[in-house]
């Protein structure tokens, strides 16, 4: 049975389209933050203002609040984040995608994190479904792979 997957990543991570397309080829529904499938474009800081890594905290609060722009990407990605029965937490990644992970864990949806090496230790990682160490782990998790995925190995 497909699964509907958010995937939580940041902009920088440039494994986010692969990961995007192999879940969509293995039979899930994916939604993607940079191309959401409701028309809205992916959200990014630089449409508000390209001098955005410049803002005060009064600021960013201010824009973050008030701003059409960051208004409709937040509904977009809620909106997706709703929509889904899993998370995927594609690491490296920043703030945004970890609260959207927590969101999901407190919400109890299954969420899943794809880690590498060299990524720093979480301890809260353990509020995750699952932590796996490669895509393949992930596709097996998604088809009800036992959760220690080491021991299928």
């Known amino acids: 049975m497909p699964n509907r997957i958010y995937v939580a990543s940041s902009w920088r991570n440039p494994q986010q389209p692969a990961v995007v397309a192999r879940l969509r080829a293995e039979g899930h529904e994916v939604y993607d933050f940079r191309n959401p499938t409701n028309g809205v474009p992916g959200f990014a800081w630089s449409e508000i203002d390209p001098d955005w890594q ?43 995608a970890h609260l959207e992970a927590g969101w999901f864990c407190g919400a109890g949806k299954r969420c899943l994190i794809l880690t590498q090496d060299g990524e720093e ?24 792979a036992p959760r220690s995925l080491a021991a299928a190995e």
């Open 121 to 144: 230790p979480e301890l809260m990682a353990l509020l995750a479904t699952d932590i796996c160490i490669s895509l393949d782990e992930v596709v097996r998790a998604l088809d009800g």
């Open 54 to 96: 410049a803002w005060s905290a009064a600021e960013y609060r201010r824009l973050l609040t008030t701003h059409p722009i960051a208004a409709r990407g937040f509904v977009s990605d809620l909106r997706g984040m709703q929509w889904a029965d899993t998370c995927v937490l594609l690491l490296p990644c920043g703030r945004s």
